[in-house]
């Protein structure tokens, strides 16, 4: 058996799906098929249970594919252990953000970060937060930015700044006559947000608990954007007359077509806020490139903030 095969088992149990777990793994269907299929004749026991549309994992499977996934995981810590025998400024660098960071900080963070390291290759992403978590564990990325809390076995987190929450109105509507909007002032607008599945839209509604009325009421004002919508989405959604939404100040700042006909507003003190973070593997050796990398957003962010 090789990393590459049992790296094919864990995609595919995870993905359910030949066809999905072959283009995450960069080659074709037949390709995967065969390989799994070498591997469980190896093994004399199937891994899989195959239907039409989807696959399952057998009891046994499930163990084999634990187990894979702390070899790959293991096979990782041998490659950065190895890396940082170089220059850690030269190796690559695996990064990945939650959506609700990751087109804002991208642009800003990465001129800056070649300045000071011109010789590290980046790889960036962008996804959700339960992805970037599975993807860091398993050694795919080396570090990821995340908003807190975040906590996960053998991961270290470290804050980096706090960024407060505004409301994004048209200019013409009625609240951007405020200075300040209270929480309780959203509940007689059409309030738009994330979906499922973003971390960004689980704060909004922390920081605003009356919000969860308007979603669990059929006639509540909160409306989901949908599925795999992105704030900039929404900000066109406001700019188009269907309502208002909540930003990380950062995403309100980011320039868009739009501009000349929205406007924000802060929230009264005490500001709803998060703090963005970095978490990367406790075994990661290369914190030379870690610290690097902090230094590079801390000096974006305060930037913005001048």
């Known amino acids: ?22 283009e995450r793994c960069h080659v074709t269907q037949p390709t995967l098929s065969v390989a799994v299929k070498r591997l469980e004749e190896e093994l004399k026991m199937p891994i899989f249970e195959r239907a039409k549309t989807r696959v399952y994992l057998t009891p046994v499977g499930e163990q084999i594919v634990q187990q894979a996934e702390r070899v790959l995981k293991e096979a990782s810590t041998l490659k950065d252990i190895a890396s940082s025998g170089k220059d850690q400024l030269t190796s690559p660098l695996h990064i990945g953000a939650i959506f609700t960071i990751g087109p804002y900080l991208f642009p800003e963070f990465i001129p800056m970060l070649h300045q000071q390291a011109p ?5 960036v992403e962008e996804s ?5 978590r599975r993807r860091i564990c398993q050694g795919e990325l080396d570090v990821i930015v995340v908003a ?7 991961v270290v987190t470290q804050a980096i700044y706090d960024e407060e929450f505004v409301v994004q109105v048209a200019a013409d509507h009625p609240l951007a006559a405020y ?33 969860r009325r308007g979603i669990a009421e ?13 704030l900039e989405t929404l900000k066109h959604m406001v700019a188009s007359g269907l309502g208002i939404t909540i ?36 075994s990661f050796p290369r914190l ?12 974006c962010h305060l930037g913005k903030d001048a």
């Open 119 to 123: 010789d590290m290759p980046l790889y």
């Open 179 to 211: 200075d300040a909007i209270s929480p309780e002032q959203l509940d007689a607008h059409n309030v738009l947000l994330l979906g499922e599945g973003h971390c960004f839209r689980d704060q909004v509604l922390e920081a605003c608990p009356n919000l």
């Open 148 to 154: 807190l809390p975040f906590t996960e076995a053998d």
């Open 128 to 132: 959700y937060t339960a992805t970037l």
């Open 247 to 282: 930003l990380p100040q950062t995403a309100a700042k980011a320039g868009s077509s739009s501009d000349a006909i929205l406007t924000t507003r802060p929230f009264v003190a005490p500001a709803p806020m998060r703090t963005v973070a970095l978490a990367w593997r406790a």
């Open 218 to 230: 059929p006639s509540g004002r909160v409306r989901t954007a949908a599925e795999g919508s992105s």
């Open 288 to 299: 030379k490139a870690i610290d690097t990398l902090r230094d590079a957003i801390q000096r």
């Open 1 to 22: 058996m090789t990393l590459t095969e049992l790296r094919y088992i864990v995609v595919l149990a995870q993905e359910q799906n030949f066809g999905r777990a072959a």
